[in-house]
């Protein structure tokens, strides 16, 4: 386990590589490693996030700050307060949202209720319900079925 982490809120899987901050809780150091990392249901990571590796965030989760990753999936009603780089694909679940921009390297997913400051993708971007920003860059196919 990496220095300064709260043995409290997160926890080390070695086999996988995985940080997993714990539901209900709050982390308040950057990450900025080889990991994977997993937020549980109502977490809190206080600073930026910077990893080589794939971010799943729970449902209702937060970030507050930027956050780059390869593979990223925002569970639903799961919150980042800064900018979003997404090396590879982005799904976005139901009512998840990102304040700053988002801007994806690979295809984004995206379900009923997101929202983004604003989004780019370099692959297609796929929208169930509603667009989820006004400002939108690459091939939109949106599906009004839910």
């Known amino acids: 386990m990496a220095e300064g982490m709260d043995r409290a809120s997160i926890r080390a899987h070695k086999d996988s590589n995985t940080l997993i901050v714990m539901k209900n809780s709050n982390y308040t150091r950057p990450i900025t490693h080889r990991v994977n990392v997993i937020t549980g249901m109502n977490s809190r990571c206080l600073e930026h996030m910077n990893i080589d590796g794939n971010l799943e965030l729970g449902k209702s989760a937060q970030i507050l700050g930027n956050v780059r990753a390869n593979k990223v999936i925002l569970g639903p009603g799961s919150l980042i307060t800064g900018d979003l780089l997404v090396d590879g694909d982005l799904v976005a679940l139901d009512r998840s949202r990102v304040l700053g921009k988002v801007l994806c390297n690979g295809s984004a997913f995206v379900r009923p209720g ?3 400051g604003s989004i ?5 971007i796929e929208v169930y319900g509603k667009n989820p920003s006004p400002n939108m860059k690459g091939k939109v196919v ?3 079925q839910e």
Not at 120 to 124: C, I
């Open 142 to 144: 949106v599906n009004k």
């Open 120 to 124: 780019e993708a370099a692959g297609l």
């Open 114 to 116: 997101v929202k983004f």
